[in-house]
């Protein structure tokens, strides 16, 4: 009897030390704790080479955005700068083990543009609202909710929010004065190619297409009924004790009125300009919220199962969910890192890294895009 206890009682001492061990400690606002490498039996030595890379790999593009912008998207007809930019600093990064920052580089403080990791905090937006009800279901098509000209026409009627969240709507249009088709156009042809081209049945191609992300800023807009940076500071950047520092933009040209209030209609991302200036820390912030299901600190500010939702590969993009990138085999795949990663992914090398299995938060900053898998690599290695 006595030795059943005793085993009774050594089960439950090692069920428990699991459970602190995998406790996460959230961050309080403009205080973050650091631990050693160490501390948690990660290889100091390799972890500081993998930071040194990062150091090293810095982008090649120009540190005046604007320049970069202009020259990275020089392809498309008619591409302009419509919202604002900013000269961006130099690498940076943070590494969070269960909450505690256990790396970090350059400066962190630095608010940045972090140009298509926005698409992740807009479809955050979406998430929100179907957290709240006000899009019953991802699979309604938008045009029961977007009653205007938007979503006019026997093609654009067929899109629901889920082929928006997951970029294979082939939404046909013209939006804050950007064609859908003049958007990183194929490679072969011309104009007269792109815009009489056949339309793809909605859910079944994946194109990534600012314009269209754009369509799903202003939709998810006529839905709140109210800015989405407001809605993003109440339910999502406050909560987590975000700065302060941080500003979401539009264009100059994509102001609306909403119940008689003039509106921006902010942008997915910094193609055109605009989109989430951001710092690092910020960004840390919000990957620990997807790291822990929406869960910060006990009060739940997005579904768990919108995040499972989220991190699914889609229909039309095995490597893409709901404007996260995911690690599954395809064109995007990191070869011998773990496939249950997923990530959010901006031009000029900006990274939010999520490994939920690991409790590790990555988030990497001015990182020579194609070194990314190399830099996950090392990390891992010290892991």
């Known amino acids: 009897m006595k030795n059943k206890y005793l085993i009774v009682f050594l089960y439950l001492l090692f069920v428990t030390n699991i459970f602190v061990a995998q406790q996460t400690y959230f961050p309080e606002q403009g205080n973050w704790k650091e631990k050693t490498p ?34 990275g998207f020089e392809r498309e007809p008619y591409h302009k700068i419509l919202g604002l930019t900013k000269k961006r600093g130099g690498p940076a990064g943070l590494i969070i083990k269960d ?7 350059g400066d962190v403080d630095r608010v940045d543009m972090t ?30 909710h977007i009653w205007d000209h938007t979503f006019d026409g026997a093609h654009n009627k067929k899109i629901t929010w889920r082929h928006l969240l997951t970029q294979s709507s082939d939404w046909s249009g013209q939006l804050w004065g950007g064609y859908d088709w003049a958007d990183r156009p194929p490679r ?23 314009v269209r992300v754009n369509v799903l800023a202003y939709s998810l807009l006529n839905v709140w009924r109210k800015p989405l940076p407001q809605v993003l500071k109440e339910k999502i950047m406050d909560p987590i004790g975000a700065s302060t520092t941080w500003r979401w933009y539009g264009y100059t040209n994509s102001w609306v009125n909403i119940d008689g209030i003039k509106m921006q209609s902010v942008s997915g991302g910094g193609h055109s300009g605009g989109g989430l200036f951001i710092n690092t820390l910020d960004h840390a912030r919000f990957g620990l919220l997807f790291l822990n299901n929406g869960n910060w600190n006990g009060k739940q500010l997005l579904s768990k199962e919108w995040i499972q939702e989220a991190a699914k590969p889609s229909q039309a993009n095995p490597n893409y969910g709901f404007m996260w990138w995911l690690n599954q085999k395809g064109n995007r795949h990191w070869a011998g890192l773990p496939e249950h990663l997923y990530y959010a992914a901006g031009f000029g090398g900006n990274f939010i890294v999520i490994d939920q299995k690991q409790n590790l938060v990555v988030v990497t900053r001015w990182l020579e895009p194609n070194q990314i898998d190399e830099f996950m690599t090392k990390v891992y290695k010290a892991l």
């Open 38 to 71: 160490s501390e948690f039996k990660i290889d100091t030595q390799k972890l500081q080479e993998a930071i040194q890379f990062a150091k090293d790999t810095e982008y090649s593009g120009a540190k005046d955005l604007r320049q970069a912008i202009l020259k």
């Open 188 to 210: 072969e042809g011309g104009i007269d190619d792109w815009k009489l081209r056949k339309l793809n049945e909605p859910g079944t191609v994946f194109e990534y297409n600012d």
């Open 115 to 144: 140009f298509s990791v926005t698409k992740s905090y807009l479809s955050t937006m979406a998430g929100l609202a179907v957290d709240k009800g006000l899009i019953p279901s991802v699979d309604d098509h938008t045009y029961k």
């Open 99 to 105: 909450g505690y920052i256990i790396a970090k580089w």
